[in-house]
């Protein structure tokens, strides 16, 4: 058993934003090992005008920041998206994400779909089902955290730990 309490670890949120869902996870990664500390989603009711969305989302990812005072929040890059509506709004979305982050003094960093299915699966066009089931195995998880914008921002933090782990070069992480 990995003895969290004696080594240095580094705090993770990673993010998967969305207008009616932001999925959110909170790893606390040390070396090769990863600890869940909580994750879930942020919901908005469709009958909401866009502003009150994307205050409500500030506002629970203030909280959040607030709470587990992540050093480094990862967000997963918006690609395109044939229905542009629909990515502008994730777009502000992302916006007022990126804008609590920052206020909190989280260093952020973005990853694209791809970086993320690569660094989760080994293969940057895995399908969703084979990203999720690596995401429940890295992090021996009873089962595949639901909705999927859970596991996605699971999978996000997972991304940030192995790229921040080859970034860093181990620096410091494993005194």
């Known amino acids: 058993m990995f003895d969290w309490e004696r080594k240095k670890f580094v705090r993770i949120m990673g993010i998967d934003p969305g207008i009616e869902i932001v999925g959110f996870a909170i790893l606390d990664q040390c070396g090769n090992n990863f600890k869940p500390v909580d994750y879930g989603s942020i919901r908005t009711e469709s009958k909401l005008s866009t502003a009150t969305r994307l205050k409500q989302i500030y506002d629970a990812c203030t909280t959040l920041f607030e709470n587990y005072h992540p050093e480094v929040?990862?967000?997963?890059?918006?690609?395109?998206?044939?229905?542009e509506k629909t990515a502008m709004i994730v777009g502000q979305a992302r916006g007022v994400i990126m804008l609590a982050a920052e206020e909190a003094g989280a260093t952020i960093t973005e990853y694209t779909p791809g970086q993320v299915k690569m660094a989760v699966v080994g293969y940057g066009r895995a399908e969703k089902k084979q990203v999720q089931e690596m995401v429940k195995a890295i992090l021996s998880l009873p089962r595949v955290p639901k909705p999927d914008d859970v596991a996605d921002a699971l999978a996000i933090a997972i991304c940030e730990a192995h790229s921040s782990q080859v970034a860093r070069g181990w620096r410091g992480v494993l005194k």
């Not at 929040?73 to 229905?83: P, Q, R, T």
């Open 73 to 83: 929040v990862a967000i997963e890059k918006l690609f395109f998206n044939k229905n």
